[in-house]
């Protein structure tokens, strides 16, 4: 239950909301709140007397060409949105490969021109195939992003895309192909989707799917304000939206277990009857209670927290916890999410990524359902609050031990190019270093030109693509092709990583939680599906050990409740631990490739 103290803040938001709100009109284009105003004098604190770690753009070099479909002028807001990426490792090699979602332009879509989104397979080498059409990933849709979960627990990683007019789901036939599964399984949803998270809220062992809805946005039912379909930002004809349309709601489908999947959002309290406009979603264990709750990011709107209760229903709780609005009060423009014990509390705090002048926010866990906003004491709100941000990732890019923040920029609006007191349709990216006390500083233009690049970013995921130690970058820009960083790492700095595998809990071991203690330090990571913008990470854990050369323990605590030590392990490895076996070969986590239909070994 809210105290009284909590009750009253969550009324002081609802006013706050109110008054934000009066006098906002769908002239206003994207609609944001009045900016945080930075304190007197200060300043985006600079990394200085600290190696940086070196991201270098090898896109072409790993052959890889694909390139989004864009709309030079956007003149419809669902053109502005797409471009989520997705590590899965559908071959179960070891090795991550990495998928592109694609959507048409609304011109294209109504004359049925609809370009399909790309899978890369990773060839082991430093560079990457285009397996699309062999993977049989060729049904077409306006895709935003998706999520990866395996969802009938045969260890093969499921692949889901989230659409407009319809999602698809895609079953891994464990042969290096998919088949579209999504009439029988019943999760097409059918509006807006965007963002998209498996977990298993109910501990059945079977995880189930939490999708995020936009607006009710239909291209048979174009919407118009008044005579024209345009709005005005800062004088200049834009794009409408998401302000002075409809939300499109959200959905929750639980997994019957038999391949099919129940909606269950009204009961379990997940609909979002206001229609707010969802984004972002993502299952993590904020309390440490066993049981996932969900984090929704909201375009315009005051984002949600859904604290799980445990009996099949939730308790919407953004407001009592501090995770709906900004640190002045509003709501904002929010578009991606990380999650991450920054501060090695064992406890995940959030990270949320906003539009132009509207910092992001870093919301530190407490503990027992309170966060508190730290985005100007920690140094990271200045250097956000010129662009437009999008995807986004706590990682530990320099393996010190401390999770550091990425993210991705650029505008919705190419008009701005028009503006010159706006920073312009193109933006670069941010790499904010945790200095382990708390606070980040800045070294975006320290880790190599390629961060400094203008694109016009979305999705970003993060994995250790070429299996190296060194956590490396992957970007799908909305206007061209990605960006895949490789990251060069700092000489001497030690890392493990853990890929889990559940028994009595979901297969893919989402929301399980392992602890690592090396060197007099201790981590704390979850599994998670979803996050980020419409993207999906690598789903091995990856830890940092800094000059430590061996790890002292680790504690894992799987959705199920059960809870594995292991001890004294060497440094520099993946391991791969099966619930209740700890450490064991990769036979007994990847299941043997079957045979195509030509007889063929894949």
């Known amino acids: 239950m809210a105290t009284a103290k909590k009750r ?8 706050l909301i109110a008054i934000a709100a009066i006098g906002k009109a769908p002239s206003q284009g994207m609609g944001h709140p009045t900016p945080t105003p930075p304190p007197p004098g200060a300043k985006s604190p600079q990394c200085s007397n600290r190696p940086v770690p070196q991201l270098e753009d090898i896109t072409q070099k790993a052959g890889i060409t694909f390139s989004h479909a864009f709309s030079p002028d956007k003149r419809y807001i669902v053109e502005s949105m797409s471009g989520g990426v997705i590590i899965i490792d559908y071959d179960r090699d070891g090795w991550p490969d ?9 011109d294209m879509a109504l004359s049925g021109k609809m370009p ?36 009938d627990n045969d260890g093969w990683p499921d692949l889901y895309i989230t659409c407009l007019g319809g ?32 977990g298993d809220y109910d501990g059945d062992g079977y995880v189930d799917l939490m999708v995020a809805n936009y607006v009710d946005f239909h291209l048979n039912d174009l919407p118009r304000f008044g005579s024209t379909t345009y709005c005005k930002y800062r004088g200049v004809d834009v794009q409408c939206g998401p302000r002075g349309l409809k939300g499109a709601g959200d959905a929750l489908f639980h997994n019957n277990g038999d391949g099919t999947f129940t909606d269950v959002s009204k009961q379990a309290g997940v609909s979002d009857p206001d229609g707010y406009y969802g984004l972002s979603v993502v299952w993590a264990d904020f309390n440490n209670t066993g049981r996932p709750d969900i984090y929704v990011a909201n375009d315009s709107t005051p984002k949600f927290l859904y604290r799980n209760l445990g009996n099949g229903k939730f308790e919407e709780i953004g407001f009592e916890s501090g995770t709906a609005l900004s640190n002045n009060g509003s709501e904002q423009a929010s578009m991606g999410i990380a999650v991450g014990d920054y501060n090695h509390t064992g406890r995940p705090s ?27 004491p920690s140094g990271l709100a200045l250097a956000s609050l010129p662009w437009v941000k999008w995807g986004t990732a706590f990682v530990d890019l320099d393996n010190d031990g401390w999770l550091d923040l990425i993210t991705v920029n650029g505008h919705v609006y190419p008009q701005m190019d028009s503006i010159l007191s706006d920073p312009g349709y193109r933006q670069p ?30 999705g970003l995921a993060v994995a250790d693509l070429f299996n190296d130690g060194n956590m490396d970058i992957v970007v799908n820009d909305l206007d061209g092709g990605p960006m895949v960083l490789r990251n060069h790492g700092i000489p001497g700095r030690h890392w493990v990583s853990f890929e889990l595998a559940g028994t009595k809990s979901n297969r893919l071991a989402l929301n399980a939680r392992v602890q690592v203690v090396a060197g007099g330090m201790t981590q704390t990571d979850e599994v998670h599906s979803g996050g980020s913008y ?62 195509h239909s030509t007889g063929k070994a894949h």
């Open 167 to 198: 999602n698809i789901l895609y079953h891994n036939n464990g042969d290096g192909t998919f088949t579209d599964v999504t009439a029988k399984a019943g999760v097409a949803d059918g509006r807006w989707s965007t963002g998209a998270s498996f």
């Open 350 to 376: 959030l990270y949320v990524t906003n539009f132009e002048e509207e910092n992001d926010d870093l919301y530190r866990n407490d503990g027992d359902w309170n966060f508190s906003e730290e985005s100007f």
């Open 534 to 595: 419409l993207s999906q990470n690598d789903l091995r854990l990856h830890f940092g050990l800094g000059s430590a050369a061996k790890i002292d323990s680790v504690e894992i605590h799987w959705p199920s409740g059960a809870v594995d030590h292991i001890g004294n392990l060497a440094a520099d490895e993946h391991y791969l631990v099966l619930e209740g076996h700890e450490i064991v070969p990769a036979e007994q986590i990847y299941p043997r490739m079957k045979e």
């Open 8 to 15: 009253s803040s969550k009324f002081l938001g609802l006013f």
């Open 98 to 106: 990495i998928y592109f979602t694609n959507a048409p332009t609304v």
């Open 429 to 458: 990216k941010l790499l904010s270093l945790n200095q382990g006390d708390g606070t980040f500083c800045d070294a975006s233009g320290q880790a190599g030109p390629a961060l400094q690049e203008k694109r016009v970013s979305r």
């Open 116 to 151: 399909l989104g790309v899978l890369y397979h990773n060839n082991h080498d430093g560079t990457f195939t285009d397996v699309t059409q062999k993977a049989g990933l060729t049904k077409p849709c306006l895709a935003m992003g998706g999520a990866v979960g395996d969802y």
